[in-house]
């Protein structure tokens, strides 16, 4: 009866080694899709959009998180902000990092 036992006692221990490595493996693959379907996108998107930030000049039309559609009238350097003209009567000033898109040239007069 005690042979039954032990060889029983034997069978577990072995698989509990190697579900381990197993779990490890998992965990290895889990980090990798990860990186290639959350992380690595996200930082993408991050450095196109500071280089979109960086190469904003006067005159630039633009579109704004909010939905406003204008041109740039003036960059601040010193502390990020810009103004934009949404037309002749009206100045805006936000924070450049509200901005989402530069817009092609004439965007604005087919509006």
Known sequence: MSLFISQAHAATEGAAQGGGF???IMLGM???IFYFMIYRPQSKRAKEHKNLLASMTKGDEVL??????GKIASVS?????????LNANNVVVIKKDFVTAVL?????KSL
Not at 77 to 85: L, P, Q, V
Not at 104 to 108: D, F, M, Q, Y
Request: hydrophobic share 40%.
């Open 22 to 24: 197993e779990m490890l």
């Open 64 to 69: 704004t998180s909010g939905g406003l559609v």
């Open 77 to 85: 350097e010193e502390n990020d902000f810009i103004s934009i003209e």
């Open 104 to 108: 092609p040239k004439g965007t604005l």
């Open 30 to 32: 889990f980090a990798v």
